[in-house]
């Protein structure tokens, strides 16, 4: 089951897939079959929805109230509205609402490129956790961009993508900040996080034509094979859109 529509799922199943499994085996591990989840900037649900579709109970925290209109919506329709909490705020109002210590797995997809200070916020996500906690980090991948530019014929723009501290191409660039392999790994670890795997995410499903993919019979379904095959060899992490790193709470 992938939380999203057909053409939605060629950007999220291989983030699902890793995120099912490890709340699956944590749950075994602590002979606990309904963990406490922490989506932060979780808006409407893609994943929370889901997430409480397994039995777990959620809290999504996020600073639009549109947004968690939205998942209180989504959540009624799919009959989980008593495992889904909406809380209004950000990583730094963390500390405020969740209670350190109490949640046994956290998502983080797409914050870290919005937010301040990525190593403040990664630490008050970790102050959350149980000891051996999980955290899914998704964020966007600086060569991953440098090889969108170039491909779309912005060379420059590729080369101020590779070069810049903060993986941005220029004032225009609506990405506030990217990230490689390496820095994410080295905030992770300063966070007390050991990465478990790591993941390239939207490897080809950025670069092929859409009108490819909806109107070649089966085409969908066998990108989708494909992303989920090339997102675990680390040669094609390089290329991928985002990073997802799987780390636990040392």
């Known amino acids: 089951m992938y939380p999203t529509r057909p053409r939605s799922a060629l950007r999220t199943a291989v983030v699902w897939e890793v995120v099912r499994t490890a709340l699956e085996r944590r749950a075994t ?3 606990q079959p309904v963990l406490d989840v922490l989506d932060t900037g979780g808006g409407t649900g893609n994943f929370a929805v889901p997430v409480a579709r ?5 809290t999504v925290v996020d600073p639009s109230p549109d947004a968690l209109f939205a998942l ?6 799919a009959g989980v509205t008593e495992l889904v909490r909406a809380v209004q705020g950000d990583t730094q109002t963390l500390p405020e609402v969740i209670a350190p210590s109490s949640v046994d ?3 983080c997809h797409g914050v870290l490129e919005v937010v301040d200070d990525p190593a403040e916020a990664l630490g008050h996500l970790t102050a959350t ?8 980090l998704l964020a966007a991948n600086r060569n991953g961009a440098v090889l969108a530019r170039a491909l779309a014929g912005h060379f420059d723009e590729a080369r101020t993508v590779l070069e810049a501290t903060d993986g941005r191409w220029g004032t225009a660039d609506p990405m506030p900040r990217r990230f490689t392999a ?5 905030l992770a670890g300063a966070a007390g996080l ?15 034509p859409g ?3 909806d109107t070649e019979p089966g085409a969908m379904d066998a990108l989708l094979r494909l992303e989920q095959a090339a997102a675990q060899q680390p040669a094609f992490h390089a290329v991928a859109t985002q990073l997802h790193l799987l780390a636990a709470l040392v």
């Open 182 to 186: 390496q820095e994410l790994d080295a």
């Open 54 to 58: 397994l039995g777990h109970r959620v």
């Open 211 to 213: 009108v490819l993919v």
């Open 129 to 136: 956790l149980h000891k051996g906690g999980l955290v899914s």
């Open 72 to 77: 209180e919506r989504r959540a009624a329709e």
């Open 29 to 31: 591990e602590l002979d």
């Open 105 to 107: 797995a956290v998502l």
């Open 194 to 208: 050991r990465v478990e795997s790591v993941h390239g995410v939207r490897v080809f499903a950025d670069l092929v």
